[in-house]
């Protein structure tokens, strides 16, 4: 991920933002596209496994998956509120004890990470430019299964995110939305050893989960 993009979004999830989506996850619960993933996991199984949850926002997907069994989890995430939102919200739930939380780009934090049993990005790589960098590194670091929620790859999707993106220069907002095509995210995953065992459309979304070839799911 370039500076650009990581100053754009340290600019556009900010601690405003981050507070109205706690408050909506609170009062509502997760999106459904993010429902969709943590239930796919709790079905394959949580129990004492660790989770690196890269990009994880106010800690839905980390906080949940805790709650239902996992051992521990780390969250990366490039924006300082979310990373310090989900912190809060996390010692609010008694679950402080059993997160470490990486503030930064996780390219150029993935060295220091530890690999994990369970590997989440939800509505992550559609902010990266290198895809191809972040998918092959996230997945590198998935023992056993690996989860992710991304952008369907169909036109009125492509087209929605370059008029958004349009926007955002007209306005001089530094922060774009990257559309990668599902073939070449998948592509990636398959050349690391996993393969796709769940897939789920929500909306403009996609969810799916793919289980390392060999590991017991």
């Not at 993933?37 to 890269?54: N, P, Y």
């Not at 300082?80 to 609010?92: F, G, L, W």
């Not at 998935?142 to 369907?152: C, E, K």
Request: with cysteine; charged share 25%.
């Amino acid at each position: 991920m370039s500076q650009c993009q990581c100053q754009g979004i340290e600019s556009v999830f900010d601690q405003r933002l981050a507070a109205t989506q706690l408050e909506r996850v609170r009062r509502r619960g997760a999106l459904k596209s993010t429902r969709f993933l943590i239930e796919a996991l709790r079905a394959r199984g949580v129990q004492d496994r660790t989770l690196l949850d890269i990009g994880g926002g106010v800690g839905i997907v980390h906080h949940e998956l805790l709650a239902s069994g996992a051992k521990e989890a780390t969250d990366v995430d490039a924006s300082s509120a979310y990373v310090h939102t989900a912190k809060s919200e996390a010692e609010r739930r008694g679950l402080a004890g059993r997160v470490r939380y990486d503030h930064g780009n996780f390219l150029d934090l993935a060295r220091g990470v530890p690999p994990a049993d369970i590997v989440t990005l939800d509505r992550v790589i559609c902010c990266f430019d290198d895809m191809q960098g972040l998918v092959a590194a996230s997945a590198e670091k998935a023992r056993i299964l690996y989860g992710l929620v991304y952008p369907r790859d169909v036109w009125w999707t492509r087209l929605g995110i370059r008029l958004m993106n349009l926007s955002r220069r007209i306005r001089g907002d530094t922060f774009h939305v990257f559309s990668h095509g599902t073939e070449a995210v998948e592509a990636v995953l398959h050349a690391k050893g996993l393969v796709r065992t769940y897939h789920r459309e929500a909306g403009l979304w996609q969810v799916a989960v793919f289980s390392r070839e060999g590991a017991t799911a």
